[in-house]
């Protein structure tokens, strides 16, 4: 009897060693040294940076890299805010812009797994204004005066993941859509606003695609459109959703729509580029986007652009991603949803060399012949200056986060890119 008892003790001990070693398998690793990288070559990047900010060509960035679930790379560089010289701290938080259109995706593929909604389900079906969408058909410059005609098929929650719903984006789309957004009223998502996003969107159901749904790739609103669906579903604001679903399970402490008072300070200073190359502050008005928008007050939450965030919490969603849709004992999506969404769903080349997924670039055979990232890399990027990408096969997550754009000098993302490969052994 004494015998049994000790095996049965010895078992559970081993299967709890077992389970306590796979879990932190599955977190990222912050003071361990991964025999893979050669850190001598890693350190390049500290010169590669520091050189851009000393000839004025960049003020500040953080990088992040994870490596087979170890942190081998996370810094600050330059400042954060310029004109005080605040140094730039590896957690500052930055208007992450697009890198919300990823979260909001998997958020959409929460609702999929809980039966909520099909991919190739017609989205009237929750927002009924949706229904026999219209086709920009001509279009008078003068006046902004338009005829349309009937869409060949409704849109779906697959064309809106994958850019192809015939959706554009207001500010900064295609002149006609973009000249009957703003006559519409119709916002790019970043400001207050007293209406609400399902009013907006509904508004938005009565204005012409740019093309048939499902004919070719547009980046467009696509993505707020499944924030207001989100909230339609779920009866949660995106707000909310996000925080109970993806947030808290995950421990992203510095993810918002609205930040703090309490870590405004921490909010990365805006800038732009005048005529002449310099850098100058992104003003109130500049593009009809005020960068103090993280700290107002908001009901009306944009999925595609409409968080802030830093290097760290992103680095920690991707790496859920990269383990299959688990990170840290919590499951926010199965691994089947995981390789849905990191697949190419577009017809060859309607992506140019590469392909989309649902919610993401993924890097094709041809493009892995041309540069570092491995063929099934899945990435993306923000308006700002915010770039990501995950590697399977290169086990790597890797962000270069600026608040910078348009920046004449954003090639250093690219060199940042080189540098990374070029240190795996």
Not at 2 to 15: D, F
Request: glycine share 8%.
């Amino acid at each position: 009897m004494h015998k049994l008892l000790l095996k049965k003790l010895l078992l559970a001990s081993v299967i709890l060693i077992l389970i306590n070693g796979f879990s932190q398998a599955q977190v990222i690793q912050m003071n361990t040294k991964n025999s893979s990288v050669d850190y001598a070559k890693l350190s390049q990047i500290d010169d590669l940076v520091n050189d851009y900010i000393n000839k004025h060509w960049l003020n500040g960035a953080v990088t992040i890299i994870i490596k087979d679930n170890q942190l081998i790379q996370y810094k600050g560089y330059g400042y954060a805010d310029y004109d005080s010289k605040t140094p730039m701290q590896n957690n500052q938080i930055f208007r992450i812009m697009s890198q919300t259109k990823a979260i909001t995706s998997v958020g959409i593929m929460i609702l999929y797994e809980q039966g909520k909604l099909l991919l190739d389900e017609p989205i009237w079906h929750f927002i009924p204004e949706f229904k026999n969408p219209t086709v920009l058909d001509t279009f008078n410059d003068a006046d902004t005066t338009y005829t349309t005609k009937p869409a060949n098929r409704d849109i779906t929650f697959r064309d809106l993941l994958t850019h192809t719903s015939g959706l554009d984006y207001a500010d900064i789309g295609g002149s006609k859509v973009k000249a009957i957004y703003a006559k519409n009223k119709i916002p790019s998502g970043l400001g207050e606003f007293k209406e609400t996003l399902l009013e907006k969107m509904k508004a938005l159901a009565k204005l012409p695609l740019t093309f048939q749904p499902g004919e070719k790739w547009q980046y467009g609103l696509n993505t707020d459109l499944l924030g207001c669906l989100i909230e339609v579903i779920s009866g949660q604001t995106l707000e909310e959703f996000f925080h109970k679903n993806i947030f808290e399970p995950l421990g992203m402490k510095d993810s918002y729509f609205n930040v703090p008072a309490s870590k405004a300070k921490r909010l990365a200073t805006v800038y732009t580029e005048d005529a002449g190359g310099n850098i100058i502050n992104w003003s109130h008005t500049f593009r009809n986007i005020d960068p103090d928008y993280p700290m107002m007050k908001k009901h009306y939450f944009s999925g595609g652009a409409g968080l802030s965030s830093t290097a760290l919490d992103y680095a920690i969603f991707m790496q859920m991603l990269l383990n299959k849709g688990i990170y840290n004992g919590h499951r926010i999506l199965s691994k089947r949803s995981v390789e849905m969404m990191t697949s190419g769903q577009l017809k060859d080349g309607m992506f140019g060399d590469d392909n989309f997924g649902l919610g993401f670039m993924i890097t094709s055979e041809k493009s892995e012949a041309k540069g570092p990232r491995y063929a099934g890399s899945f990435a993306w990027g923000g308006y700002y200056g915010t770039t990501y990408w995950a590697d399977p096969k290169a086990k790597l997550v890797c962000l270069f986060m600026t608040q910078h754009t348009p920046n004449s000098h954003g090639d250093i993302e690219k060199k940042f890119e080189s540098v990374v490969y070029s240190s795996l052994k």
